[in-house]
Antibody
Framework: EVQLVQSGGGSVQPGGSLRLSCVASGFTFSDHFMDWVRKTPGKGLEWVGRIRDQGNSYTTRYAASVKGRFSISRDDSKNLVYLQMNSLKTEDTAIYYC???????????WGQGTLVTVSS | QPVLAQPPSASGTPGQIVTISCSGTTSNIATNYVYWYQQLPEAAPKLLIYETDQRPSGVPDRFSGSKSGTSASLTISGLRSEDEADYYCAAWDDSLTAFYVFGSGTKVTVL
């Protein structure tokens, strides 16, 4: 059974940093691109960023709204993917989801979500 | 703001047919696959339809997807109480900031 289990998150002041983690099981993690998607209050879902696999040099890509502030990394030996969030803004308040990509398309499995609140 | 437009709500009684629309542009829906996700209360989203009209294994065949031009639709045939959820469409967007874009979400209520 495919599982994505997230940890991290919480409350932080504007300008602060947080790191989210996501551990995968039930599939060959190293074969898949991984994405982060967030759900903001009243705005629905928004793609945050992607990290590709080793065959694609672990390249990353980010939404314009987080580029330069967020970074994604992965550790294939531990089946882990991370979202490092720096210079957080109030508008980054959201539930963040770790997701898997597959040949059938994007976001075919989702983590349970973790709440990030940015407030003074 | 979400790139793809969906009605904020839809409703029906058990057994009825409910259709949710997803309106986009020539840079997304018209030229790329559409995906649909179901988010039950207090749960993570789940892939419901991929490549416009394909169902992952385990998804009931009362859920179907289609598209025409710059619009796509998700149809629930034979609405059930457990279908009460939020539904989101998504598609690749070929614009300068190319990547996947989501719809604004539709809350389906079973009356």
């Amino acid at each position: 059974e495919v599982q994505l289990v997230q940890s991290g998150g919480g409350s932080v002041q504007p300008g602060g940093s947080l790191r989210l983690s996501c551990v995968a099981s039930g599939f060959t993690f190293s074969d898949h691109f991984m994405d982060w998607v967030r759900k903001t209050p009243g705005k629905g879902l928004e793609w945050v960023g992607r990290i590709r696999d080793q065959g694609n040099s672990y390249t990353t890509r980010y939404a314009a709204s987080v580029k330069g502030r967020f970074s994604i990394s992965r550790d294939d030996s531990k089946n882990l993917v991370y979202l490092q969030m720096n210079s957080l803004k109030t508008e980054d308040t959201a539930i963040y989801y770790c997701t898997r990509d597959s040949p059938t398309g994007p976001f075919d499995y989702w983590g349970q979500g973790t709440l990030v609140t940015v407030s003074s | 703001q979400p790139v793809l437009a969906q009605p904020p709500s839809a409703s029906g009684t058990p057994g009825q047919i409910v259709t949710i629309s997803c309106s986009g542009t020539t840079s997304n829906i018209a030229t790329n696959y559409v995906y649909w996700y179901q988010q039950l209360p207090e749960a993570a989203p789940k892939l419901l339809i991929y490549e416009t009209d394909q169902r992952p294994s385990g998804v009931p065949d009362r859920f179907s997807g289609s598209k025409s031009g710059t619009s796509a639709s998700l149809t629930i045939s034979g609405l059930r109480s457990e279908d009460e959820a939020d539904y989101y469409c998504a598609a690749w967007d070929d614009s300068l900031t190319a990547f996947y874009v989501f719809g604004s979400g539709t809350k389906v209520t079973v009356l």
